[in-house]
């Protein structure tokens, strides 16, 4: 799971069901991803959220772009990984919660 707060700070965190409990409020996700760059949305109320897919067709170009905007402005002197593939790339990103 691949989650932007209100920041558009990424979290990669290991699972949905950590995410959903690791993540306490709804109103300061942004958008989030799949480990297939499916799209997700957070519904539920502060400390009971639930992630849902908002589209089963992948958005890899919008997560690309969005860890690309993180890395510029959380991470700076780093690059995003440059792996082409989405499973590699996904699993050179940072993570929370490991």
């Known amino acids: 799971m691949i989650i932007f707060d209100d920041e558009f700070h990424m979290y990669v965190l290991r699972d949905q069901a950590f995410a959903e409990t690791w993540w306490e409020m709804p109103d300061e996700y942004t958008c989030g991803f799949d480990a297939l760059a499916r799209p997700l949305r957070m519904t539920g109320e502060p400390h009971k959220v639930r992630l849902e897919l908002t589209n089963e067709e992948p958005d890899e170009a ?20 440059p792996a082409t593939a989405l499973a590699d790339f996904i699993a050179a990103l940072p993570r929370e919660g490991m």
């Open 62 to 81: 919008e997560l690309r772009r969005l860890v690309a905007n993180h890395y510029r402005r959380y991470l700076r002197g780093y690059l995003p990984p």
